[in-house]
Nanobody, 114 residues
Framework: QVQLVESGGRLVQAGGSLRLACAASGSNFAFNLMGWYRQAPGKQRELVAIVAYGGSTTYADSVKGRFTVSRDDTRDMVYLQMNSLKPEDTGIYYC????????WGRGTPVTVSS
């Protein structure tokens, strides 16, 4: 049974940096996709960054150049390095993985103050 647990979310000032981590457990196989979605107050959940098996990445236009997603398949971990944070980045960040099914974490809150 796959479980995803996010960590690292907190209050941070605009312009600051934050690193989120997601630990996957209950799986003995690599995921095709690993990454992050977020949901801001009053908005729909949106894709933030995805890294595929093999290293190909996809980013939302709003975070390109500021965020970096990476994965460590030896540890079943995925990370999101967030730099130059903006208040618009505020939201609940959800870890996402995909193999034959989609899996979601419970989310970790990120609040960027101006």
């Amino acid at each position: 049974q796959v479980q995803l647990v996010e960590s690292g979310g907190r209050l941070v000032q605009a312009g600051g940096s934050l690193r989120l981590a997601c630990a996957a457990s209950g799986s003995n196989f690599a995921f095709n996709l690993m990454g992050w979605y977020r949901q801001a107050p009053g908005k729909q959940r949106e894709l933030v960054a995805i890294v595929a098996y093999g290293g190909s990445t996809t980013y939302a236009d709003s975070v390109k150049g500021r965020f970096t997603v990476s994965r460590d398949d030896t540890r079943d971990m995925v990370y999101l390095q967030m730099n130059s944070l903006k208040p618009e980045d505020t939201g609940i960040y959800y870890c996402y993985t995909q193999r034959t099914e989609d899996y979601w974490g419970r989310g970790t809150p990120v609040t960027v103050s101006s």
